[in-house]
């Protein structure tokens, strides 16, 4: 157990954040539960039709913004940006490569 105000490690964050996936489970498939229920003893619901449409189509995006929230997926996210981007090539790693691969000439030859 965990003392009171003591840092939460990342693996108890994401396993806490697991609970959200059978949640986008149950939201995408209650419409077309209900629309199935309720088309046994009269004629659809219109409404019913389209929320079923929509949320069922949706669960895959309601999964993928679930785990791009979990704290490992935003901590990687966040540090492929925290620091000055250059052509999808951060500035220290495009200096090193520019001094690496820096030619001179030198008497008509180039020295790379």
């Given at each position: 157990?965990?003392a009171?105000?003591?840092?939460?490690?990342?693996?108890?964050?994401?396993?806490?954040h697991?609970?959200?996936?059978?949640?986008?489970?149950?939201?995408?498939?209650?419409?077309?539960?209900?629309?199935?229920?309720?088309?046994?003893?009269e004629?659809?619901?219109y409404e019913?039709?389209?929320?079923?449409?929509?949320?069922?189509?949706?669960?895959?995006t309601l999964?993928?913004i679930?785990?791009?929230?979990?704290?490992?997926?935003?901590?990687?996210?966040?540090?492929?940006?925290?620091?000055e981007?250059?052509?999808?090539?951060?500035?220290?790693?495009?200096?090193?490569k520019?001094?690496?691969?820096?030619s001179?000439?030198?008497g008509?030859?180039?020295?790379?």
């Open positions: 157990m965990l009171k105000g003591a840092p939460v490690p990342n693996s108890v964050k994401t396993l806490a697991m609970v959200f996936y059978p949640m986008v489970l149950v939201v995408c498939f209650i419409f077309g539960t209900i629309n199935r229920i309720q088309s046994i003893f004629r659809p619901i019913i039709v389209i929320l079923h449409a929509i949320f069922q189509s949706s669960q895959g999964n993928a679930v785990y791009g929230t979990t704290p490992s997926v935003k901590s990687a996210f966040y540090g492929m940006f925290s620091s981007m250059k052509g999808g090539v951060r500035m220290e790693e495009a200096d090193n520019n001094d690496e691969h820096q001179y000439s030198d008509g030859h180039v020295v790379v």
